[in-house]
């Protein structure tokens, strides 16, 4: 569903949607995706994520449940801890690098 909409919008905003988080994808929901994908290595507990993207945990645990249903995360579970941790699905991984990708490319100057 995010894909779809990202993809109609695309052809109608050209560079435009580059700038902004793919549709559907509200402004704390794209934090905590940017989050996750600097943790290469699913180092994040719940507590620290929720700090790092500025949100009370229960709130978090909201937004994860949100992206969960949209197939942008998923919750692993430690076997020796049982602390659960929030990592992105492949999906998510391929969004992220191509939003990543693309603004990357863009090349901006700035007259003096």
């Avoid at 949607?17 to 704390?28: C, Q, R």
């Avoid at 290595?41 to 229960?58: F, I, M």
Wanted: proline share 4%.
């Amino acid at each position: 569903m995010i894909r779809e909409a990202h993809s109609e919008l695309k052809p109608r905003y050209g560079l435009a949607t580059i700038f902004l988080p793919p549709a559907g994808i509200e402004e704390a929901a794209w934090d905590i995706l940017l989050a996750l994908g600097s943790d290469d290595r699913c180092e994040l507990t719940l507590d620290q994520l929720a700090r790092l993207v500025s949100l009370p945990e229960a709130a978090l645990i909201e937004w994860l449940a949100v992206l969960e249903g949209n197939r942008l995360v998923a919750g692993v579970r430690n076997e020796i801890t049982n602390e659960v941790r929030a990592v992105l699905t492949t999906g998510a991984r391929e969004l992220l690098d191509r939003y990543l990708s693309a603004a990357s490319d863009l090349q901006v100057t700035t007259r003096h």
